[in-house]
Structure formats: C-alpha cells, structure tokens
C-alpha cells in the first residue's frame, strides 16, 4: 500500500501580522522536508478573507493541512472545507463554530487587554463609505502581542502592523470545517491578545489535539518556532 504524498502546511498569519511571523517556523518545517506555503492574508473580512485562503488551498497539488494563527483560525475553519485540505492547526487561535462571530466566541469570556488598546483608522472601499480598520497601539504592542519577544524585535513588530478591518469580528462563519477535518491545537497560556480561554473553549469543542505552553505570548510562532513547527509536523505525520 503506497502511503499518501506528504501534505503542504499551508501557513496564514492573522491580524497585526504578516507572513514574515511564520519565518522560523517555515526554517523548521523545511529542515524536515515538509512542503510549505505561506500566503499573504487580506485581513478585509472573514468571508472574503477564507474564499482567498480557500483558493490558495485549491490550487495546490496533493493534500493540504491548514494552520491559523489567531485570526487565521476563523479563516481556517471556513476555508478548511476545501476538498483537499485534510487537517486543521490552530496556534493561539480562534476556532468559530459555523453561524458564530469572533466577537460573540469572545465575549463567553472576560475580555483581553487587547480590546482597550485597539487603534481605529478609516481605509477606502470602492463605491461606498469609508471601512474601518484596526491595529494595536504602539506603546501596547510589546506587553499584548509579544511579551516573550526581544524588546527591540517587538519595536520593529509594533510599526510593521497590518491592520484587521474591524468587520471581521462581527461577519459569522459560514462553515465549521473542524467538524469534518482532524484538528490540533496550540493555546497560547500567557496570552494577552486573546483570552487563553477561548482558545481553550474552541479546541475542546473542535475535538482538537490540544498543546498547552506555559509563558507563551501570542506571538508563540516567533517566540516559540520549534514547538509550533512540531505540532504541525505531527498534523502532517497523521494525514499523509
């Protein structure tokens, strides 16, 4: 019997972020010769954001495993539906049931510092009003996002944000993609970004194989790239 062809992580970032974040965890999944991609995510909504993610999956050769970090687990979940994504990771993450907003998983919990120190500004859409997007502030950015990151790396990471449009925490999901797909999960324990518990919550309810690092912030993908990396790899081990 031939064994499957190993699957491609297909790595999306989340919000504040790009796919710069995911640079020492691709170094290690390389080094084991795991195939990766790690696209661009929009960050202008969740529908429209996991179509994208979707279609990236879509077009590559052979099977897929899906990892979201924060946001890009929401985006996972709906994207993850794709025919031939055959797991789901998710790392220090959203995992929204199908119908479910981000802000409505959230707020089963006591609110992250995240939430106060949010940053609004206005972005053009064609042939409409002004949308509005988020970032983190500045001087929040270290201690929220990135408290176990080297002070002068986290400056670099506060001015290089990409911003999240804030419709993205009220759209629902449109699907559940865990319900179908095995699924892993890495929670974050010190994160400020996202209540640990709601990642917790999500990866109980998903049934996912649960990792739990004490200390970790949510930046665990720069902060903690070996462990990240193995969780993945033991994803990709158990779909090929």
């Given at each position: 019997m031939t064994a499957n062809p190993t699957p491609t992580a297909v790595l999306v970032h989340g919000a504040f972020a790009d796919a710069a974040s995911w640079n020492g965890v691709v170094a290690e999944l390389q080094g084991h010769g795991i195939p990766?991609?790690?696209?661009?995510n929009p960050l202008r909504g969740l529908a429209c954001d996991a179509a994208y993610i979707a279609s990236v999956a879509a077009q590559i050769e052979g099977p897929v495993v899906l990892v979201g970090h924060s946001?890009?687990?929401?985006?996972?979940?709906?994207?993850?539906t794709a025919e031939n994504v055959v797991g789901l990771v998710y790392i220090a993450a959203y995992v929204p049931e199908e119908g479910e907003s981000?802000?409505?998983l959230q707020d089963r919990f006591p609110l992250s510092p995240l939430v106060s120190n949010l940053k609004e500004a206005t972005y053009p859409v064609r042939d409409g009003e002004p949308a509005v997007e988020v970032t983190i502030r500045?001087?929040?950015?270290?201690e929220i996002f990135a408290a176990d990151v080297p002070a002068d790396v986290t400056k670099v990471l506060a001015v290089t944000q990409r911003p999240l449009a804030s419709s993205a925490f009220?759209?629902?999901?449109?699907a559940a993609a865990w319900k179908t797909k095995p699924s892993w999960a890495l929670v974050a324990a010190a994160d400020q970004a996202i209540n640990p518990d709601v990642e917790r919550f999500g990866a109980?309810?998903?049934?996912?194989?649960?990792v739990e690092l004490a200390g970790a912030s949510h930046a665990v993908a720069v902060s903690r790239p070996r462990e990240v990396a193995e969780l993945?790899?033991?994803a990709v081990r158990a779909t090929s």
């Open positions: 990766v991609v790690a696209p661009p946001y890009g687990g929401a985006l996972i979940s709906v994207a993850g981000l802000g409505e500045a001087e929040a950015f270290p009220t759209e629902t999901a449109s109980k309810r998903a049934g996912a194989t649960i993945i790899r033991d």
